[in-house]
């Protein structure tokens, strides 16, 4: 396990990430939009199963999201400013 130490510009508060878990999530984000683009190829072609893993994957997606978002982003501000 690496970690690497951010220093928020608007705050001055520091904390570090975890940067196999940032990647895990950027992958994970990845996937989910490939998921996304398939079920919507297949929804397209009227494939019901398809429809309903383009639903699954939006789902999942916004929470690969918002937990992205969570460890890039200032713990007290919530600034996404920083080194």
């Not at 984000?29 to 994957?57: D, F, P």
């Amino acid at each position: 396990m690496s970690e690497v130490k951010r220093t928020c510009n608007r705050c001055g508060t520091f904390w570090y990430v975890d940067t196999d878990r940032l990647r895990m999530l950027k992958g994970r984000m990845k996937t989910e939009q490939n998921i996304g683009v398939m079920g919507i190829i297949g929804s397209l072609l009227g494939n019901s199963q398809a429809t309903r893993n383009l639903h699954q994957a939006a789902n999942r997606q916004d929470i690969n999201r918002l937990e992205l978002e969570a460890v890039s982003s200032c713990p007290r501000c919530r600034s996404s400013d920083f080194q």
